[in-house]
């Protein structure tokens, strides 16, 4: 009986295309399944090689299968399309998915545990949630300024356009208009109810991880990245250094050379975009304190003194993730001026 090694299988909503090889990679295995027979079809087989793309049910999978004693790997789905032949359809998906995991050199995704995937749910919801009142609220001020009725930026002007949609006397305000920007307040309403919900649970999840309320210890850092990058990361050992960290983060210069000159230009901008964000945020948060408080902080003047604030922002959400990472990694809490310990024996 031919015993199979290597399996990649092209996840789908309720049809698996699976492929699988022998240790010589003669193909043995080449199907679809049913998302219901999944689980037996792989109870059946010996422990093996199974790769994934890293999308969507892939971590649930790869949980499941990893159950029944086979070894799975994740993998960038971008990472895996210079292996499709020719066409694009499943077959040749799972093909190139088999191909790729059996790559020495191809880069894997940490599977993550359903702890960490409820918590960046509440991520992911919340951020949702916050465009959608975002959006809420630009339509209330154009609706609002095509009859006439203006009001000043911030939370007081927002409420000032809710008492004027609430009160049905106010002459200003159509009752037809009414009647539809009624609907628009009673959404910012649910919407603000929802997110408040949202902060409270990420706040009970952050003090509940040791690791989220150290990361927290780090200037710039406060609950939302801490417990995003915790839940997204987890084992921060799968990046070799602070830099890989946040090349993979995508706030690193993108290099282009040729003929062994070599150019930085612009920040990559890959990864995950939710993280970059927030740090970026983060980091203009703090550069924003350094110039209203300049004696607290003369690095940061003297960083804003060498380049333009946003491109000083991006630099120190760069040493940010860098701090993420060591603290993730080797433990501690933020230490301000610390030096390592090989600089401080020879200082």
Known sequence: MTIVSTIGIDLAKSVFQVHGVDAAGNVVIKRQLKRKGVVAFFTQLPPC?????????AHYWARELRKLGHTVKLMPPQYVKAYVKRGKNDAADAEAIC?????????????????QQSV????????????????????????MA?????????????????????????PRLPGVARVALQALAGTLASLGGAIAALDRAILAAHAADATSRRLETVPGVGIL????????????????SGRAFSAWLGIT????GTGGKVTLGPITKQGDRYLRRLLIMGATAVLGHAKRHPEKQPWAI???GRMPFRQAAVALANKMARIIWALMVRGGTYTPKHRPAVLAATA
């Open 49 to 57: 090689l199974i790769g994934m793309e890293a999308c969507g049910s």
């Open 99 to 115: 191909e790729a995991v059996s790559r020495p050199s191809m880069r894997e995704v940490a599977i993550k545990t359903v702890e």
């Open 120 to 143: 960046l749910m509440l991520h992911r919801s919340r951020d949702l949630l916050i465009r959608q009142r975002t959006q809420t609220l630009n339509a209330l001020r154009a609706h």
């Open 146 to 170: 095509e009859i006439g009725v203006i009001a000043p930026a911030g939370t007081d002007g927002i409420a000032a356009l809710v008492a004027i949609v609430s009160d049905a006397a106010d």
């Open 225 to 240: 990245i801490a417990s995003a990058v915790t839940a997204t990361v987890g084992d921060a050992r799968v990046f070799k």
């Open 253 to 256: 210069p993108r290099l282009d």
């Open 302 to 304: 003297g960083l804003l």
